[in-house]
C-alpha cells in the first residue's frame, strides 16, 4: 500500500484554509492535513468536509492549535483545544491527530499531557495522536527550552509520534536516529527542509541540509504506515503561480522517494 502525501494547510498560508484543498486537488496531493488556527474555517468540520467533498480530497490529518497565535482558538484551556482536534479528527474520519509538547508555563497541562494524549486515543479508536518533535530556542549564545518536560518527545515516551525534519534542523538533530527513536511510534511525517541555523526554516525538501530523501526511502524499512504531510513555508512567494511550483516540486520529491524504498536491514 501506497504511503498517502498530505499537503498541509499551512503551507498554503497568506492564504486560508479552502486555498488548501484547491491546491491539493490542482496539484495531485492524496489528502490534505488542517492546520487549526483562528481561519474559522479550519474550526469547522462542516465548512471542511464541504470542502473535501467539492474538491474530492480528504483530510487525513488534524493538527491541533498548538502555536502562540492559536492560544485562544475554540477555548483558552490547552487539554480542551487537544480534546476537540480529536473529536474532529473522528468527526472527518481523520486518522491522525499532530500535537506539541506542552509550553514550560502550562504546568497544570504539562502534568497530565501523557495521561491525556493517552486517553484522548483510547476514547477514539482508529485515532493515532502524534507528539510532535520541536526545537530549543536560540538567542544569540543563548539557548532556552519552551516545552515541558522537553522539546524531544521520545526522552518521555508516548504511543504516536511526528516527525518534523525541519524541527530536526532547528534542533540540529539527526532525522533518522530521530526516527529510529521513535520506533514503531512513528505515525506521520512532516516533511519539510532546513539548514540547521537552528531556526525553523520549513524549506522545500531538498533545499536544505536535512535527510528528506533517505528518510522517506526508509519508510517502507521501517512498517511505517502512516502519512507525509508537506510542510513547506510558502509566504514569501511572489505569486500563486511560485506557491504552487514551491508546492508541486515538493510532492515530486516526496513521490520520488517514496517510490525507491530502501529495505532497512534486520
Not at 491539493?24 to 479550519?42: F, I, P, R
Not at 473529536?87 to 491522525?96: C, E, F, K, R
Request: aromatic residues 6%.
Amino acid at each position: 500500500m501506497s504511503i498517502p502525501v498530505l499537503l498541509s494547510s499551512s503551507s498554503v498560508f497568506p492564504e486560508p484554509t479552502a486555498a488548501a484543498f484547491e491546491l491539493a486537488a490542482a496539484l495531485g496531493y492524496d489528502g490534505v492535513e488542517v492546520m487549526v488556527w483562528t481561519d474559522a474555517v479550519s474550526q469547522d468540520a462542516g465548512a471542511l468536509r464541504g470542502l473535501s467533498r467539492h474538491y474530492g480530497v480528504p483530510v487525513l490529518s488534524v493538527h491541533a492549535p498548538c502555536l502562540l497565535v492559536t492560544q485562544r482558538v475554540w477555548s483558552s484551556d490547552p487539554k480542551e483545544r487537544l480534546r476537540r482536534a480529536v473529536v474532529l479528527a473522528d468527526t472527518l474520519s481523520a486518522p491522525t491527530v499532530v500535537v506539541h509538547p506542552p509550553f514550560s508555563w502550562q504546568r497544570d497541562y504539562a502534568r497530565a499531557f501523557g495521561d491525556t494524549v493517552a486517553d484522548l486515543a483510547h476514547r477514539h479508536t482508529g485515532i493515532r495522536v502524534a507528539v510532535e518533535n520541536m526545537y530549543p530556542v536560540r538567542m544569540g549564545r543563548r539557548q532556552f527550552v519552551p516545552y515541558a518536560p522537553g522539546w524531544d518527545p521520545t526522552e518521555t515516551g508516548y504511543d504516536s509520534y511526528t516527525l518534523d525534519l525541519s524541527h530536526c534542523a532547528a534542533s540540529r538533530s539527526n532525522a533518522m536516529i530521530m526516527a529510529d527513536a521513535m520506533g514503531a511510534g512513528l505515525a506521520h511525517i512532516h516533511l519539510g527542509d532546513g539548514t540547521g541555523e537552528g531556526r525553523d526554516e520549513h524549506l522545500v525538501p531538498g533545499r536544505g541540509g536535512q535527510p528528506c530523501g533517505a528518510l522517506l526511502r526508509s519508510l517502507a524499512g521501517r512498517g511505517f504506515t502512516g502519512s507525509v504531510a508537506l510542510e513547506v513555508a510558502t509566504r514569501k512567494a511572489g505569486s500563486r503561480a511560485e506557491r504552487e511550483a514551491d508546492l508541486a516540486e515538493s510532492l515530486e520529491f516526496a513521490r520520488t522517494h517514496l517510490s525507491q524504498p530502501v529495505t532497512r536491514p534486520a
